[in-house]
């Protein structure tokens, strides 16, 4: 399965309001679980270099279903695949990029989010992964 328009518009929304409250416009895109682009949006006045750098947190965080901040670790120096972020094309292993998962854990797709500090993006981010979780 693989995420549907409506639920990458609910992940955009969410993480515009949060870009919005925190005061940030950032550069959001999500990826299907294929990795190919479902959604994608530049807030007015968000860094045009950062486009590229939320299309590769998205993209790094779907090929491998983990936060990129997590794929920084094994890739670091001392870590167990140091290298790591020379594969694939290149990937982005700071915050950011968030994988998306459906109700029974199975990946759809990915966010990934920039703009602002690594610790703003990887809040935003969070917000708009959140927007696929059930509500309780």
Known sequence: ???THAQAQAV????????DAIGVP??????DAGVHLKAFTRMDGA???SIDIALGKAKTAALFG???EVIGEFSKPGGTSPGLEQTNG???VFAGGVPLRDGAGGLVGAVGVSGGSV????Q???AAAAALQPQA
């Open 66 to 68: 983990f936060n990129t």
């Open 26 to 31: 950032m550069n959001i895109a999500v990826l």
């Open 47 to 49: 860094l045009l270099g």
């Open 90 to 92: 290149g990937l982005v």
């Open 12 to 19: 955009l929304a969410a993480a515009e309001a949060a870009a």
């Open 119 to 122: 610790a703003q993006d990887a």
């Open 124 to 126: 935003v981010a969070q």
């Open 1 to 3: 399965m693989s995420i």
